[in-house]
Nanobody, 124 residues
Framework: QVVLVESGGGSVQPGGSLRLSCSVSGDDASSYCLGWFRQVQGREREKITTVSITGHINSYADSVKGRFTISRDNAKNTLYLQMNNLEPEDTAMYYC?????????????????WGQGTQVTVSS
């Protein structure tokens, strides 16, 4: 069973940057589709983007396009999310998710393995 642990969240002023990390253990991360999601309490979870086992990055949510960048390092079993020019609307709990690749496109998968989340707060 794959285990995901996020880190790197915190409080930042508008315009600031944060880099989230997601450590993947318990299985070979290179066999998994990976993704970042976020959720504000009381709202539906939003998919930020996903990345395939080969590193292909799928489309970003419009709300973060041009500001956030996903990357994965299979050698380190780690997924990253670089967040620049943060806005108060980016305040949320951020989650990484994984699903073992079994064909098709990672962007279409239902993700069933989740981390505990890391809080990002953007405020002046």
């Amino acid at each position: 069973q794959v285990v995901l642990v996020e880190s790197g969240g915190g409080s930042v002023q508008p315009g600031g940057s944060l880099r989230l990390s997601c450590s993947v253990s318990g299985d070979d991360a290179s066999s998994y589709c990976l993704g970042w999601f976020r959720q504000v309490q009381g709202r539906e979870r939003e998919k930020i983007t996903t990345v395939s086992i080969t590193g292909h990055i799928n489309s970003y949510a419009d709300s973060v396009k041009g500001r956030f960048t996903i990357s994965r390092d299979n050698a380190k079993n780690t997924l990253y999310l670089q967040m620049n020019n943060l806005e108060p609307e980016d305040t949320a709990m951020y989650y990484c998710a994984a699903e073992r690749y079994s064909g098709g496109f990672c962007r279409d998968y239902e993700y069933n393995n989740w981390g505990q989340g890391t809080q990002v707060t953007v405020s002046s």
